[in-house]
T-cell receptor, first 110, second 110 residues
Framework: EDKVVQSPLSLVVHEGDTVTLNCSYE??????LLWYKQEKKAPTFLFML????IEKKSGRLSSILDKKELFSILNITATQTGDSAIYLC??????????FGGGTRLMVKP | DAGITQSPRHKVTETGTPVTLRCHQT?????MYWYRQDPGHGLRLIHY???????DKGEVSDGYSVSRSKTEDFLLTLESATSSQTSVYFC?????????FGPGTRLTVL
């Protein structure tokens, strides 16, 4: 059974802090790992990672995948209150079926 | 927003009543998915479709059925709603190896 575990469950930081969110996985026939951001609505796509060691970057957010150790991290630098959300990690298998982790709830205080 | 709409957006119903949720997409995507999201469980796949009249079960399909008679519409039916089906339901489509989500339907079964 495919499994995705995210840590920490929740995190409270102050604006300007840097945060690292973790995602570990077990999946049969790995295809890709995806990160989503969810505010009070639908999850929105952030990154898709398929290769180890290649960093994906978008503004203050970046992510990297380690296929040997079966984990990924999502970094957010210089956090802002608008970064407050639930961050979801999901792993796709060869059939492109997603298994989601439980999410990390991030709160950024002014 | 990947051209996905869901209806209704909110519904309150009573135990034992049938409920149908609709997902509509405007971009002719072949794959469509229904998920439910509950605290502590992340998103879990209920059913998915890989074409008109082609559907298959996901991780938590018991108590749910689906139909897809047109490319653009994917219906999720709860034949006899139970309180355990109180949840937020998201529809998704697959594009470029990534899944994109609709706005969600909040269903409460009393």
């Amino acid at each position: 059974e495919d499994k995705v575990v995210q840590s920490p469950l929740s995190l409270v930081v102050h604006e300007g802090d840097t945060v690292t969110l973790n995602c570990s996985y077990e999946v049969t026939n790995f295809r890709s790992l995806l990160w989503y951001k969810q505010e009070k609505k639908a999850p929105t796509f952030l990154f898709m990672l398929t290769s180890s060691g290649i960093e994906k970057k978008s503004g203050r957010l970046s992510s990297i995948l380690d296929k040997k150790e079966l984990f990924s991290i999502l970094n957010i630098t210089a956090t802002q209150t608008g970064d407050s959300a639930i961050y979801l990690c999901a792993v796709a298998n060869a059939g492109n079926m997603l298994t989601f982790g439980g999410g990390t709830r991030l709160m950024v205080k002014p | 927003d990947a051209g996905i709409t869901q209806s209704p957006r909110h519904k309150v119903t009573e135990t034992g009543t049938p409920v149908t949720l609709r997902c509509h997409q405007t971009e002719n995507h072949r794959y469509m998915y229904w998920y439910r999201q509950d605290p502590g469980h992340g998103l879990r796949l209920i059913h998915y479709s890989y074409g008109v009249k082609d559907t298959d079960k996901g991780e938590v399909s018991d108590g749910y059925s689906v139909s897809r008679s047109k490319t653009e519409d994917f219906l999720l039916t709860l034949e006899s709603a139970t309180s355990s089906q109180t949840s937020v339901y998201f529809c998704a489509i697959s594009a470029a190896d990534t899944q994109y989500f609709g706005p969600g339907t909040r269903l409460t079964v009393l």
